[in-house]
């Protein structure tokens, strides 16, 4: 191998990097963590008969490792019926909030997937149209308990099921992944109370944090 060519590869993987600074936008007005996480502190609590006591901290370890530069963790309840959701919504750099999903998150927790993870858009409130935000959705089990959770990933108000939200969102400074999960008890309910809340709970989240509505 010609001795010029590590340093024509160097030189070349130096320029790309250079390149992708340039054309990578900056971060948008509002954006900043502590922004952010005032934006998140101020989604809703209490809207259409779901309700939220104190938000819970996560650990600093969890934060440390997870590269989170602002999240939201609440347990939001039915008072009607009683049902529960948990909701995580974490921001990040997309090599981070991007790296990992349920699959694998949960899998080092000892959950094991019980069906095969599939993508479904969520309706819009009351109208029942369809909306551009399209999340995963699982269930997953461990010993005698399970799970039912839904996540995705946004930039915008749009939040999306990707595939690969590494490469996806890679010319976005920071993004936003979302976690969605109750405990399933029994025989399933219906209606599912992850598709009573996800309608009417992300418009709210959007508006709080990208000042508009889907």
């Not at 502190?41 to 530069?69: E, H, K, S, Y």
């Not at 939001?76 to 909701?87: L, M, Q, R, W």
């Not at 996540?151 to 976690?179: C, M, S, T």
Request: net charge neutral; charged share 25%; hydrophobic share 40%.
């Amino acid at each position: 191998m010609p001795r010029w060519l590590p340093v024509v590869l160097v030189l070349l993987v130096l320029l790309g990097v250079a390149a992708y600074g340039l054309l990578r936008p900056g971060v948008e007005p509002g954006r900043e963590p502590a922004d952010v996480q005032r934006r998140l502190d101020a989604a809703p609590r209490t809207f259409d008969g779901w309700t939220c006591g104190d938000d819970t901290p996560l650990d600093d370890r969890t934060v440390n490792v997870g590269r989170f530069q602002a999240y939201l963790n609440r347990v939001y309840t039915h008072a009607p019926s009683g049902a529960a959701v948990s909701v995580m919504v974490l921001y990040g750099e997309p090599g981070d909030i991007g790296a990992h999903d349920p699959k694998v998150c949960y899998a080092g927790s000892g959950w094991e997937l019980s069906e095969n993870p599939c993508k479904g858009r969520v309706p819009e409130p009351d109208t029942g149209e369809i909306a551009p935000s399209e999340l995963w959705s699982a269930r997953f089990r461990k010993q005698t308990a399970s799970l039912h959770v839904y996540w995705g990933w946004a930039a915008n108000a749009d939040w999306v099921a990707a595939d690969n939200p590494r490469f996806e969102f890679a010319r976005h400074q920071r993004i936003f992944k979302l976690y969605a999960q109750r405990v399933l008890t029994g025989e399933p309910t219906a209606p599912d109370p992850l598709h009573e809340f996800l309608p009417k709970f992300l418009p709210r989240l959007n508006t709080a944090v990208f000042d508009r509505t889907r």
